[in-house]
């Protein structure tokens, strides 16, 4: 049995108040920064706010969003 099946077969018979903090450890251990993401990101959101203030693009309000969406 590997490491992983092992695990595995030990958090299923966990309380379900076990089994969520858990989960809520291993969401968090993959949710790490990474720089380069960041860095294009922030690349991303520098080029929308000049083109908005060049009015290349122009803002909407939530409800015009989620109706185009239909959320």
Excluded: G, N
């Excluded at 251990?29 to 908005?52: C, G, T």
């Excluded at 290349?56 to 109706?67: H, I, N």
């Amino acid at each position: 049995m590997t490491i992983k099946e092992k695990l595995l077969k030990e958090a299923l018979v966990l309380p379900a108040h076990e089994k969520s903090e858990l989960i809520e450890q291993l969401i968090i251990s993959l949710d790490k920064p990474d720089p380069v993401i960041d860095k294009l990101w922030m690349k991303v959101v520098e080029q929308r706010i000049d083109a908005y203030e060049q009015e290349k693009l122009r803002s909407v309000t939530l409800q015009e969003a989620f109706s185009k969406y239909k959320v």
